[in-house]
């Protein structure tokens, strides 16, 4: 308890683990990372199919890498193994399976509360990503089909009757994938998938095309019923459908709740920050996919971690550690 870090980072995705690298080259030292999963970029690990591709460019938004990091296009496992990489070869310490739950700013420092223990460090850095709370439906769940509800691919298995909820990149990817051995719909408010990135635009446009996935665009549902234990979804303009599986694709939300509780200001649903991406509070940042209106872009991310290091030592160092 009475020791304190230098900087605390909550969340190991890609804008944490810059940060602590950053920070690291920038002469910051006593830097722990904490995460509530088992590893590092759970998002990464969960929400990304085998062999994605993650592009610095994320949906053709160019940018301009700014530190010392040099991130580029892969897939999912060359992805994870860069991270696993520039963790190893950097002195941070990460601890996983710990959850925090809130942040209390003292004479001095912040005290970051975890079930059954807290640490105290000089500047605290949140990195949680949208999709660590994925967006879920706001109509009623029946108890009986909760089982049939998904949000990866995690449970899916062959011969399925599919429904796939969502028009940007996992989603399209999702049917895409599933629809090698299995009978997929892909329903979509909008008319065309112009959210997702033009590889998938293309993908989903042939497994159409090839009658591989059947779109149903344009259509918003209305609820789920529980019919023997097969999900019966109610569509808004068409005929209900019943399918044994449905995965909602369709993004993540704020943790508002976790910000509140730690005094964080939020405007439009994203945390308040200066161009520092200081918050309200000062010493304590965030950085990532939650300051984004979308998320996503990793590049951003690692500018972000950049920023924030540089204006924590009071200005960038040249040196190439």
């Not at 029946?142 to 990149?169: A, N, R």
């Not at 509070?281 to 996503?296: N, R, W, Y």
Request: proline share 3%; charged share 25%; hydrophobic share 35%.
């Amino acid at each position: 308890m009475n020791h304190i870090y230098n900087l605390a980072i909550i969340g190991a995705g890609p804008a944490g683990i810059a940060t602590a690298v950053e920070g690291y080259l920038q002469g910051i030292r006593d830097i722990v990372i904490l995460e509530k999963d088992q590893n590092h970029n759970s998002t990464i690990r969960k929400y990304y199919k085998d062999n994605k591709r993650v592009d610095k460019d994320w949906k053709g938004q160019k940018v301009e890498l700014d530190g010392r990091i040099y991130f580029v296009d892969g897939t999912k496992e060359t992805t994870l193994d860069f991270f696993d990489e520039i963790l190893d070869k950097h002195s941070v310490e990460l601890q996983t399976h710990v959850e925090v739950q809130k942040i209390e700013k003292k004479e001095g420092h912040f005290e970051v509360f975890m079930a059954g223990k807290s640490i105290n460090a000089k500047n605290v850095v949140v990195t949680i990503g949208r999709m660590g709370k994925p967006n879920k439906p706001t109509y009623k769940v029946p108890t009986g089909i909760k089982k049939k509800i998904g949000y990866t691919l995690d449970g899916c298995s062959e011969g399925e009757k599919v429904l796939v909820v969502g028009g940007g990149d996992s989603a399209v990817e999702y049917a895409v994938d599933l629809s090698e051995k299995n009978d997929v719909s892909i329903c979509y408010r909008r008319e065309s998938f112009e959210r997702a990135n033009p590889t998938n635009q293309t993908s989903i446009a042939n497994a159409i095309i090839h009658k591989k996935v059947n779109p149903i665009l344009n259509m918003n549902i209305e609820g789920l019923e529980d019919e023997e234990g097969r999900v019966r979804v109610v569509f808004s303009e068409t005929e209900p459908q019943v399918y044994d599986r449905v995965i909602y694709a369709i993004g993540g939300t704020t943790p508002s709740s976790f910000l509140a509780s730690s005094g964080i200001a939020e405007e439009d649903g994203k945390p308040v920050h200066d161009e520092n991406y200081e918050t309200n509070i000062k010493g304590l940042f965030v950085a990532g996919d939650i300051t984004q209106e979308s998320g996503g872009s990793i590049a951003l991310g690692l500018n972000h971690g950049y920023a924030i290091a540089c204006f924590i030592q009071g200005g960038c160092q040249i040196s190439k550690d």
